[in-house]
């Protein structure tokens, strides 16, 4: 089935600045089946199994076009949408989850589709069918669309035509890992029903009137939410980069690792089975999604719906089976790699490139942990990716962690327990230091003081209170110190080595202060005192436990010291500057923190003033992941048995160089939410020149610092300060300079 897409640059734009505008709202506004004139429908002979095709036609008749008319569409779990045989939506609909019991639907205007006269409809739904680490199932393949403007009104009810498509099934074994809630697809070209998503389709003895899902559905369903990111966008069939074929294997380069659904294009007997797969079919060992296309006779094209990504496309063609054409489509979150850095070391610009593409391929329903094994919300990942994309990306990017943070909360336990990942169907699982993590200061804080989006803070903060002070969770020793708290899964890295007690302690007290600033926004003075109090009781009970003169360490824990937990001691502000200098000789021989904590070791370096010793650090962890031929970073620090059980290629969680560089190394960090105030403060270390980009809310950031020497204090900068904002830095001299909005070149004191 090959499908083109004709949407205009303006639509996709009009969807997501509708988007960035729903951004102000929260999930608190999901609505009932009474807010919905249309019904939920489904076919009579569909007993919602798994990886189920249902093909939707609706005829309507429009007497006057409307200029706009906004659809709004829920499905469980997937859907694809033809109005008068124009693909109008590519992949619709998110994975059900915006709290347990709750689904997603989207809102399209379908205004650019319609004629006057008469105007097909078809929709192509895919309905998962089973649980996973990214989709909590209803049970019900079913479908609601509602259009309702003054002059049209589209419901759907048993007026509407549809039919199990019988072309879709799933392959035989192996199927994907049970994390994954995605089938494979096979497609049986035999079996096609040409033509029933265009005009003119015979729908006689091919398609039946649907049945009204009946009212004990409806709680299955759940409250529906609006889409709360934009719709994805749409690259295009591309070429591949080069085609080469082994034996029945043609294999086809991607340019990078890229969310991808492969076309083709053959000539074949009939019966042959094409079958389809990426390079990352057995990403994190084991079985991810791949594809089976069994041909008709003749001349035929074909799209395989279900993403899939890799570096590389392999299409196992049997004798007899001509191929004509091979393509891909990539899709994927839509925003822009506005963010940059360029430097005179390209191994550190090649680390930059490499993060902000992995960034990407974990993002999509979700911030995943990898896109191949598991696609799941874990938020040890999140916090790091969210922080990543404000100097990568575009705004737009950063509504996806906004969605994240209401996803997490909304699924908070009644006794006050926080789980990952949600949202999930299979599994739930406390790790009480990745939960810490999250609603403290790089997890949610930094999205509010980054973005300047303070409108989620009143929503979570209750729940956030509940979890860490209200619930009776998190308890205290006599000592002051907080007792470590097992949940489910005591995770604190991969890795050895790993001094839990001391950085359970670092993880609330990061928590706490977030909470603290939280509360103060929000009015809650006492509640702020309240914190600042419990803070200073594990400040002043810190270092008499666990100091021992030249490290951090809890009295029990007897294995090599932890370079983490030095890390966390310091990012936190536990630390006081006295402490830096053995802390410094510390980092300079402990190496035990994997790549996903990794990250707060370099910024501890830099907070302490080694900004040249965390380039070379950050160079020598990394030396080995680059030397691989991969356009992304890995989970652990190398594959197979050098990362961390076979972890995959693909995981974000390792690019805290890409924040680090930008936000540390070139020093661009926010005073005021949003970037409305914002310092350049560069540690170039043992670099002459360096150069940052990211945009904002209010416009782009550029700097650009060059000195003469890598030992040379005083640098020339360029800045570019967008308007409705205003830039601090150190003057020649060293004292503070404002500028406002505009372009300026001038001497600025380096560190």
Sequence with gaps: ???????????????????????????????????????????????????????????????????????????????????????AVFEGGLKRGPFPNGTYYDKVDIAPFLKEGNNTIAILLWHFGKQGFSHNSSGQAALIFEAISPELKILSDKSWLCVPNPAYSSTDAPHPNYRLPESNIRFDARKEMQGWNMPGFDVRRKMHGADNVDEMAWPAMGELVERPIPMWKDYGLKEYVSVRQSNDTVYCKLPYNAQITPYLKVEANGGEMVRIMTDNYRGGSENNVRAEYIARKGVQEYENLGWMNGHEVWYIVPSGVKVIDLKYRETGYDTEFSGSFECEDPFLNELWKRAARTLYITMRDTYMDCPDRERAQWWGDEVNELGEAFYALSPSGQLLARKGILELMNWQEANGVVYSPVPAGNRVIELPLQMLASVGWYGFHTQYWFSGDSTFVAEVYPKVERYLLGSGLWTFKDNGLLNVRQGDWNWGDWGDDIDTEVLTNCWYYLALKSQKEFARILGKQRDAETIEALMKRISDAFDAQYWTGSAYRDPNYKKQTDDRAQAMAVVSGLASPDKYPALFETLKKEYHASPYMEKYVLEALFKMGHADFAIERMKSRYAKMLKYDYTTLFEGWGIGSEGFGGGTINHAWSGGPLTILSQKLCGIEPTAPGFQTFEVKPQLGTLKTASAALETHYGMIRVSISRKSAKAHTASLTIEVPEGTTATVASSNGKPKSLAAGKYSLKIKVD
Excluded at 18 to 31: K, P, R
Excluded at 65 to 73: E, S, Y
């Design 1 to 87: 089935m090959y499908m083109t897409m004709k949407l205009s640059n303006l639509i996709r734009k009009t969807a997501i600045a509708a988007a960035l505008t729903l951004a102000l709202a929260s999930f608190a506004g999901a609505e009932s089946r009474s807010d919905w004139k249309a019904h939920w429908i489904t076919h009579p002979w569909v007993q919602s199994t798994t990886n189920t095709w249902i093909s939707y036609r609706k005829e309507v008749n429009v007497t006057k076009r409307p200029d706009k008319l906004i659809a709004r569409i829920a499905v469980d779990s997937k859907y694809w949408m033809w109005i008068n045989g124009e693909l």
